[in-house]
C-alpha cells in the first residue's frame, strides 16, 4: 500500500550495544503514542519536530515497561520521506 506505515530496524545484523528500529508513515506518531512513556510528561504529538526524547518503551495495556529508551521525533514534510518518522534507539544484543 502506498500509505502504509513501515516499520523496520536499522542497524545491521550482529551484536550491538545499540538497536535502531524506524518507522516512517502517517501511523508512526500514533503507534510511538501508545508505546512510549516520556520521563517527564509530554504528548508526543506536542513536541517539536527533529527532536530528541528520554523515556520507556511500554506494553500499552499493561504498562509494563520493556525498554529504557531515546526517541526521535522527526514530523512531516521536512524529512527524507516527506513522512512522520520516529526512530527509537534501545538496547541492542
Known amino acids: 500500500m502506498e ?3 513501515i516499520a523496520a530496524i536499522s ?3 550482529g551484536e550491538a550495544g545499540i538497536g535502531i528500529v524506524r518507522m516512517s508513515g502517517d501511523g508512526a506518531l500514533d503507534i510511538i503514542s501508545r ?3 516520556f ?4 504528548d508526543v504529538k506536542n513536541v517539536k519536530t527533529h527532536t530528541l ?3 520507556h518503551i511500554v506494553d500499552p495495556d499493561t504498562g ?3 525498554d529504557e529508551v531515546l ?3 522527526m514530523k512531516k514534510p521536512n524529512t527524507y520521506t ?5 526512530e527509537i534507539n534501545c538496547h541492542g544484543g
Do not use: A, L, Q, W
Not at 520521563?39 to 509530554?42: E, F, G, L, V
Open 64 to 66: 509494563e515497561v520493556y
Open 82 to 86: 516527506r513522512e512522520d518518522i520516529v
Open 53 to 55: 526524547h528520554y523515556g
Open 3 to 5: 500509505f502504509d506505515t
Open 71 to 73: 526517541v526521535s521525533i
Open 11 to 13: 542497524t545491521s545484523p
Open 35 to 37: 508505546i512510549f512513556r
Open 39 to 42: 520521563y517527564k510528561k509530554k
